[in-house]
């Protein structure tokens, strides 16, 4: 059996990774978002909000229990809110804390949890954490957002490291930027005050171009990832390099 958590499947990547996932033929998905939009006998869905951070590690534990005849276990951290985007100066104290909360905390006690539960299970784990081209270089406006994906790519290289360092196997861990895709978080992204994000333009070219990669092809992407360990060593990881 193949266990697959997902987070923020109620639409954009996530959605269509559990629905990507939900076509194999022995799997169970657990899905988290504040939404549900997905109804399979093989899904799960817990309907919460990631930026509660306090209760996430015990509802963590309720989850991430022993699992009849798995052969692979994966946790893929893809729920991800790009927050205000405003320069410093006029930033919302509140939405700085919910942006880290969702993009970085909740990410980290999963892994935490997710790491304490299946180390020294026998199947073939796989944490992924969808990141982002930005967590290289800045863009003004999205200050949170681009540290957040920074602090994912490195919370995936630290565990990758501690994995390695006390020799567990059939253990990986990934960071994968999905490119850029035609969700509610590009649609949000047009939406924004050119005032605050010099590169508008730039982001209603791409949607008007036809350049935004759709969730499916996206989702298939991450698939190939997680189905050919031998071909992906780094832990960080660009589709668009697939
Ligand atoms: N689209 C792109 O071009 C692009 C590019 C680079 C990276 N990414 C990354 O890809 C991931 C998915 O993005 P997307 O484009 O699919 O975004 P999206 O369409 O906005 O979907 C975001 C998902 O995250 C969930 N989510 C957001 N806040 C949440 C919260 N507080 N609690 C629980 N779930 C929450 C949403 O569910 P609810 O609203 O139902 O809670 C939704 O299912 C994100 O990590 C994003 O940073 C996207």
Request: glycine share 6%; net charge negative.
């Amino acid at each position: 059996m193949h266990y697959y958590f997902i987070t923020g499947t109620s639409r954009g990547i996530g959605k269509a990774l559990a629905e990507r996932a939900l076509e194999e033929a022995n799997v169970q998905v657990v899905g988290f978002s504040r939404q549900q939009r997905i109804e399979h006998p093989h899904y799960t869905h817990h309907s919460l909000d990631l930026s509660n951070v306090d209760s996430l590690g015990s509802t963590a534990e309720t989850i991430f229990t022993k699992l009849p005849n798995a052969e692979r276990i994966v946790l893929i951290n893809n729920a991800g809110t790009l927050g205000d985007v405003k320069y410093f100066g006029s930033l919302e104290d509140s939405k700085i804390d919910q942006l880290f909360s969702v993009n970085v905390t909740a990410p980290a006690i999963l892994m935490n949890h997710f790491i304490r539960a299946y180390q020294t299970a026998e199947a073939e784990r796989i944490i992924i954490n969808v990141s982002s081209g930005v967590s290289r270089y800045p863009v003004d406006g999205w200050s949170g957002y681009c540290a957040s994906k920074a602090a994912l790519d490195m919370l995936s290289e630290v565990a990758a490291l501690e994995l390695k360092e006390q020799n567990v196997q059939h253990f990986r861990v990934h960071a994968v930027a999905p490119g850029i895709v035609d969700t509610q978080m590009q649609t949000s992204i047009r939406d924004v005050d050119e005032q605050n994000f010099s590169r508008l333009q730039k982001f209603k070219d791409y949607k008007s171009e036809g350049a935004l990669d759709n969730p499916q092809q996206t989702a298939d992407k991450y698939f190939y990832l997680i189905n050919h360990p031998t071909e992906f060593q780094e832990v960080r990881q660009d589709v668009r390099e697939f």
